[in-house]
Structure formats: C-alpha cells, structure tokens
C-alpha cells in the first residue's frame, strides 16, 4: 500500500492552490535577483557557517606563518649535497669550524704517550734466574761439567764459564759485583719495556715520542726509542746487549743476559687501553674549539657547490645572530610577507570551498579537518626536510600528495587538485623551493587526483601508487635537472637517488592511505566507494534480513536500484552511492512487511480495517523504521538521507482521498459539516532531497511502484507516466533543495522511461498459453 500512496490517482488536488502555489514557487527559483555587497555582507554575518568559517581561517593562517617562519629560517640542506641557492652572511659572525677542531683534537689524542703496565712477575722471574745464573756453574770446574741444556740455554762459552766461575762465592752465592750488575740491570729493564710484536707495532705508528709506563714509584715517561720488540731477535740482541752494558755485566757474559731476557715467556709491559683512552680524553678535551670569523658579506653558501658541516654551522649561527641583531623592522617585514602569504592562500582555499564544496562548508567538523589536514601537510614536509634534507624528495612530494589522496577519496577529485595545488605553494614557500620543484609537486597532485577520482577496491590503491610513483620520479628527476646551476655537470647519482626517493613517496602515501582509510571515513563523515562496493553485497546482514521478512520490498529495492543507477550515470551523478542507498532506502517495511502491497500475497488487504490516520502513521513509519535500523547496523550517513527523504514531503494521496471521501460520506449521512482533513496531515516528515541522487530515488521509486499497477505498460504510457510524476514532483517543491536543474531532470526522466520500459515491456502471447507478463 506504501506505493498506492504514491502512484494512485494521478489526477490534480481538488483545491487549485496548490497547483498555483507551486508555479508561484517555481517561478521565484527560476527568477534571478541582485544582490548589493551590503545585503551580501549582512547576510554573510549572519551565517553561523561563515563564524565557523572565519575562525578556523584565522587559525589557520596563524600556524601556517609560523610552521613557513620557522621552517624559513633553517639551512635546509645536508652535507656533501648541493647547494640549491647562493647565500651571504648579513652580519659579521663567529663560528666554530668543525673540521679544524676535529682535526686539532685528533692530533692532540695521537700525540698522548700510550700507557703501558710492568708485569713485576715476570721482571722478578728475569732478574732471580740472572741473580742465580754464577750458581749454575758454582760447583763445576770446567765447561763440559755444565750440563748442555744449561749452556745451551744461557748461551755459556769458555769466556762467559771463567766469568761465571768468579762470580760465585765460597758458600755458593754469587759475589757482590755480580749482584750490582742484576740490580742496575734490573733499573734498566724498567725503562725498557720489552713488548709483543703486534704491540710494538702499534707503538711505531704513534705520532708520540714518548711511552708512559705506570711503575711503582709513579707513571713515568721515557722515549719511545727504548721499545724492544720481542719478535725481531736482531733488535733483542742489540738493545739488551746495549743495557748489559750500562750495567756493567763483563762482555763475555752479555750473551747470557740476552739468552734470559729472550727466553721470557712474553712481555714485561702489556699496553694499558683504559689508561691511554683516558689521557687521551683529557688531552681532547684542552683543545680549544677552533673558531673563525665571516665578515658581513661573506659567502656562506654557493649555489650547485658541495655543502659541508662547517657551513651548515655558519648559517644557523648567522641566522641567530642576525635574528638578535638584526634589524627589527627585517623581520617584521619577513613575517608579514609570510602572513599575507597564509592569508591568501587561505582565502584561496576557503573561496573555493565555500563555492564548490557545500558538504564541507555546511559542517564546521568538515571545515576542521580539511584545515587540520592541510596544516598537517605543511608541518610534515617542513619538519622532514629540516630534519632530514638528504630525505627531501620523500619530504616534499609525501604531503601534498596524500593530502591530494584523502581529498579524491573523501570528496572529489577538483577539490584535491584544487587544495593539493594550494598546500604545495605553502610548502614551496615554507621551504624556499625553485619554481620546478613546485611543478613536480603540483604533478604529482593532479595524477593522485586522477587515479583516485573513483575507488572501487583496493587494487585501485594499488594501481594509484605504482602510477603516482612513477610519475614523480620522472618529474622530480626533471625538476632537478632543470634547477641544477646553468652550465653544471649534472650528478647524475645523486639524480637517481632523487628519484627513487620520490618513487617511494608515491607508494608510501598510497600505503598509509590503505592503511587509515577507515579512519578517513569516521573522520571525514564520508562512505568510499570500496565501502558501497560492500554494501552492495546480498549478504550483508541488513540485506539478508530483508529478504527474508519482505521478499517484495527486496525485489522492488533491486528494481529501482538498477533503474537509478542508469539515471544517475546520465547525468554525471555518483551512481554507486545511488544504487547502495536505494537496496536500502525501504528497510524500515521490514517491521511491518504485511503492510506494503508489494509484501501482500492476496487475501484481506489489512488497511482495509484500519482508518486512513492508522493506514497513513504505518505507511509513513516506515522512514522513522528504517532510520532505527539503519543506524543499529551501523550503515554509513550518506545512506540515512536515502532511507529519510525518498520520500520528501509528497502526499500520501491513497488515504488522503480516503480520509475525505469519509469525511464527506460522514457529511451526507449526518447532515452536518464535518471538518475535512489537512493536506497537510497526509504529508510525509521529510525533509527534503538534498543531493541529485535523492531525487532520482524519489522519481525512480514512485515510477517503478506506479508500473507495477499498469494493465498495459507500453513505452508510450510509461513514457507518460514518467513524465506526469516528475511533473508533480517538481510543482510540489520536492526537489528545490538539491540543486537539480530542468535539463538534468530532462535527462533523468528520458533514463528512467528507457530503464522501465526494458524492465516492464509488453510480450507476445503465445496460442494455448497466458499471457507472459
């Protein structure tokens, strides 16, 4: 019965007002009138929207100058790069050079004495087997009595036997003199580190002329020439031989000494590494910080010329000194100029929303996150390329891009191109980029707005980021060749680097875009189209349900979908969202199914027992229903304004004329007048469509329901009927507010008759069987 309401009796009201009334209306929208700047600006002031507007600019352009002024005022490049502009010092400066005082401290490390630590028991092992070398042959009284391990061993000959044998007293001890020569030898040997091979190597590459030995009696510096090395014999031989001497050990015995010293089982100083590091560490830190002053007008930077740490330091310090020295009115003017920068790229964004984005202009939500996105791309690009400036072409393309790719997904792709184009002129200006780089971004922005202009799935992220990726290597490639210094040799390795950089911006945003896309659309308020591709799915709970409790209503669903589908294809409007938001724009009949005719199976029809106020508060309940259902299950809002307004605010005529049939009926009976019932009570709640889809929902709804009644449905009749009840729809105002014009509803009639009469075409009749219908 719910679509008797709307397709029976599709003859004029009785009263003729309201036919008037409606072509008064019509002709007030078509008419055109003028407006004054006063009557724009009272208007303007008066529009909470326009408040909410102003103030979010506002804040807007005060964070913008500040991200721009600090950004601004940073090197911005990285060490070995090149530099992208030539810059001079504007005030005389004092920096520490970098390279001249690592270069002082390393020297001054290199020239500490490295630490070495005696081994006392192996000095003590050395000087007691020297002290006890007379008792070996003590008792013997000629050379072959000695056994020949120890004259092997001691190197003893004929010679050093005779020097030996006087050395021993009658008791067996050696003498006095013998024991003065190991003492003094033994002073000796304590400055005279005898060292491993590897050690002492070491030892000859340091620049030092000293060693530093941690003895007893305290540490103790001697020349570096007193080192023996263990591993060359020719050096042993030499240098101990030389401190036998000093200790006056006879000539024939010296071998003997050289014998012991060479037999050690390793070296009577080890290096000392903690010790040395910690000279080492003091020595460093004496050093100076080496500092040079650049003159007012000196180059700091040179453009295409190798930047270096030590110029990164001059910039920054000039800029703090210019900063707290400088002019104040130099830095007022900078700032203003940022500010009227802000200020008009704000104003560009914000005109071209309030014109062309109502969805976001209606709702200070919107207007907040579409200003917290943008400065979010501004903060992103300007912090990556401070911090990391080797990482600039991922920095610079990243943001607009993804700002580009959540504004295609969330509206539409003129208002990401639009907007995209906008945050790269901050960004370009934030960062002082050259002009080719603000091209590279801006391309980057159009194919992102391009490859995202309908999201079906998500192979379409897919495809999107491979295609953006490789379109902001080539142009950022070619951006870096075009502002390289004229007549420089390009580099090219640092070229690709660029390029593969920008590649992986493109696949990175469309990854995290991937990643937050359900997050965008809380955010945002909005429905993707990969989310209305599941909508679409039968077995989505709602559908299920809906099939099971009114089989009808589904069928009816399907019908009108296919059919507003096509309509909304004719004229350019989202025919996705249209066909998601029609499978559901009747789920409310599913609590009363038995009440809708198309749920009726024959038999009693049960408005037949009710009053037409009781028939109208079920039929008319059905949006109140199906508004419930819709947001316990959670569907998206978009699909709220299908379920509430596909009705609009037309009359339920079935039981209008019912009720005054009655009321007039009640009248002869009685004799007396009875009070007739209001349009206006018979209405539906609303509101009205507010989008294009809406009211080709609306159309599409009540041609299919009123098809279902025809006796004979030619092309010729349906044609009509398609016409008369766009006719009524527009009289009565239904689709004033969604900006529908009279060629669009044109085209939307002439889809529709086409898509019902396919639907519902006559057909032959065979002899012998019924008529197929």
């Known amino acids: 019965m719910a679509k ?16 008037a009334r409606a072509r008064t209306r019509r002709k007030l929208a078509v008419r055109r009138r003028g407006i004054s700047a006063t009557e724009l600006a009272s208007l303007l002031t008066r529009s909470p929207e326009f408040g909410w507007g102003l103030a979010i600019g506002a804040v807007f352009i005060v964070l913008a100058t500040a991200v721009m002024a600090w950004s601004s005022s940073r090197p911005l490049h990285a060490p070995d790069q090149p530099a992208r502009e030539t810059v001079l010092a504007r005030v005389a400066v004092e920096v520490v050079d970098d390279s001249r005082t690592a270069f002082e401290r390393e020297t001054a490390r290199q020239r500490v004495p490295r630490v070495y630590t005696p081994d006392e028991a192996l000095m003590r092992e050395a ?44 008791d067996g001890q050696p003498s006095d003199a013998w024991s003065s020569w190991v003492v003094e030898f033994g002073q000796l040997l304590r400055r005279h580190p005898l060292l491993d091979g590897a050690t002492a190597r070491m030892q000859s590459q340091s620049v030092s002329d000293l060693v530093q030995l941690t003895l007893v009696e305290g540490p103790t510096r001697v020349a570096a020439s007193s080192v023996i090395d263990l591993d060359d014999p020719e050096m042993v031989t030499e240098r101990v031989g030389a401190l036998a001497a000093r200790s006056r050990f006879p000539e024939a015995v010296r071998p003997s000494v050289i014998a012991v010293l060479s037999a050690l089982d390793g070296p009577t100083f080890r290096f000392d590494a903690a010790n040395t590091r910690s000279l080492e560490d003091t020595a460093e830190a004496m050093v100076e910080p080496v500092v040079t002053t650049t003159p007012a007008g000196a180059l700091i930077f040179r453009r295409g010329e190798p930047v270096t740490q030590t110029q990164i330091r001059l910039f920054e310090a000039e800029t703090q000194r210019f900063a707290s020295e400088g002019p104040a009115w130099s830095h007022r003017l900078r700032t203003a100029g940022l500010f009227v920068t802000a200020a008009s790229v704000a104003a560009g964004i914000m005109g071209y929303v309030g014109l062309y984005a109502p969805r976001i202009r209606r709702n200070p939500q919107r207007m907040t996150a579409l200003a917290g996105l943008l400065l979010a791309g501004l903060c992103v690009a300007a912090v990556g390329v401070v911090s990391a400036p080797d990482l600039r072409a991922l920095a610079l393309l990243g943001p607009p891009v993804f700002v580009a790719a959540v504004l295609a997904i969330a509206y539409e792709g003129r208002l990401a191109l639009a907007l995209g184009s906008m945050v790269s002129l901050l960004i370009t200006v934030a960062l002082r980029e050259p002009a080719p780089v603000l091209a590279a971004m801006i391309a980057g922005v159009v194919v992102a707005a391009w490859q995202l202009s309908e999201l079906r799935d998500r192979r379409s992220l897919i495809r999107a980021g491979v295609t953006i990726g490789a379109s902001l290597a080539v142009v950022f490639a070619g951006a870096t060749l075009v502002g390289r210094t004229p007549g420089a040799e390009p580099r090219w390795h640092l070229i690709a680097v660029g390029g593969m950089w920008a590649a992986f911006a493109g696949v990175l945003v469309m990854g995290l875009t991937l990643f937050i896309l359900p997050a965008l659309e809380r955010l945002f308020d909005i429905t993707t189209g990969m989310t209305l591709i599941e909508l679409r799915d039968p077995k989505q709970p709602l559908l299920r349900e809906l099939q099971r409790r009114a089989p009808g209503t589904y069928n009816h669903s399907l019908n009108v979908a296919s059919i507003s589908e096509q309509a909304a294809e004719a004229i350019g409007a989202d025919s996705l969202l249209t066909y998601a938001g029609v499978l559901y724009h009747d789920i409310g009949k599913m609590n009363k199914p038995e009440y809708f005719v198309e749920n009726q199976s024959g038999g009693p029809n049960k408005h037949d027992k009710l009053s037409p106020a009781m028939s109208l508060l079920v039929i008319v309940g059905h949006v109140k229903d199906g508004l419930e259902l819709a947001k316990e299950f959670g569907l998206p809002r978009r699909l709220h304004h299908f379920i509430e307004a596909h009705h609009g605010t037309t009359l339920v005529e079935y039981f209008y004329e019912r009720a005054r049939k009655a009321a007039i009926e009640q009248e002869e009976a009685s004799g007396q007048a009875d009070e007739m019932p209001e349009e206006v009570e018979y209405r539906y709640p609303g509101p009205k469509p507010q989008t294009k889809e809406v009211a080709i929902v609306m159309i599409a709804d009540a041609v299919e329901s009123a098809t279902r009644t025809m006796p004979e449905p030619t092309p010729s009749r349906i044609e009509s009927l398609v016409h008369s009840i766009a006719r009524k729809r527009l009289e009565d105002g239904q689709f004033d507010e969604c900006g529908l014009t009279l060629k669009e509803l044109h085209t939307i009639t002439e889809s529709i008759a086409k898509s019902v009469t396919a639907i519902y075409h006559g057909r032959i009749s065979y002899p012998g069987t019924a008529a197929a219908r």
């Not at 050379?143 to 036997?161: G, K, P, T, W």
């Open 127 to 170: 000087l007691s087997t020297l002290r006890s070398l007379p008792g070996i042959v003590g008792r013997a009284e000629k050379l072959d009595e000695v056994s020949r391990d120890d004259r092997r061993r001691f190197s003893i000959s004929e010679a050093s036997f005779a020097v030996l044998k006087s050395a021993v007293e009658a």
């Open 4 to 19: 008797q309401s709307s397709s029976k009796g599709h003859k004029p009201p009785a009263k003729g007002a309201l036919g």
